[in-house]
């Protein structure tokens, strides 16, 4: 599976943003989805996964309660929602799959940038 991020850009602090994931290839309910952020000088960080029928959700305690993962299965899209944005929260913002059934996140898309700043 191939995947394309996109919706980055400049936000100000108490806004959202919601970021999309395209993912290429017809058999997208064989991955688990997950989004990832790496902010400068600091190591990558996971946000959260939505599994492959898009019913079960989790989240990384630092975003939880502000960010929410979903998916269409129908159009081939994940997407990050999100709210109450802080400047800490600025970073390169990754999508992923695994197949499902597995822990590996094996694919990855390219990373679009979230500045959050006034």
């Known amino acids: 599976v191939q995947l394309q991020a996109s919706g980055g850009g400049l936000v100000q602090p108490g806004g959202s943003l919601r970021l999309s994931c395209a993912a290429s290839?017809?058999?997208?309910?064989?991955?688990?989805m997950g989004w990832f952020r790496q902010a400068p000088g600091k190591e990558r960080e996971f946000l959260g996964t939505i599994m492959w029928g898009g019913g079960s959700t989790s989240y990384a305690d630092s975003v939880k309660g502000r960010f929410t993962i979903s998916r269409d299965n129908a159009k081939n899209m994940s997407y990050l929602q999100m709210n109450s944005l802080k400047p800490e929260d600025t970073a390169v913002y990754y999508c992923a799959a695994r197949r499902v059934h597995t822990t590996t996140w094996a694919y990855w898309g390219q990373g679009t940038q979230v500045t959050v700043s006034s």
């Open positions: 290839g017809r058999t997208f309910t064989s991955y688990d």
